[in-house]
């Protein structure tokens, strides 16, 4: 399974041991996500950054939009057929997607492991101090990251 990572605080003031867990995240900028796998590492990483981040498990429709509109290869250039067939043996971005989200491929050399989105249309649903589970942004969203997701590409 391939969870989403957004981070919606700031780093500012922030101690060294969480800014160092954004960096090995990569996320370092507010609406930035990253795409990780469900290790309990990860899950380590993300309980000890969880006052600045939201997370959840992505769905594979959500995840290929998220790839063809927002994906970027070196030289900020959009991820498209052409490039998936000349760097990989896939045919289209959505066959490399789906090996990717089923875990039989990894990110080619030279797609950026960060995307960059816009903020929330029509904004976040609550507080970006408070959890999510009480009616704020951050932590664990469970299945309404997807909504998130689509609100910000």
Known sequence: MKLAVIKIRSSIGVRDEIRRTFKHLNIQRVNHCTIIDDTPSYRGMLQKAKDYITWGPVDLEVL??????????????PVTDDVIKERTGYSSVDEFVENWYSGNTDIFRGMKKTFRLHPPSKGHRGSIKKPFRIGGTLGDRGEKINELLEKMI
């Not at 290929?64 to 030289?75: M, S, Y």
């Open 64 to 77: 290929k939009k998220l790839v063809k509109k927002r994906g970027r290869i070196a030289g900020n250039r």
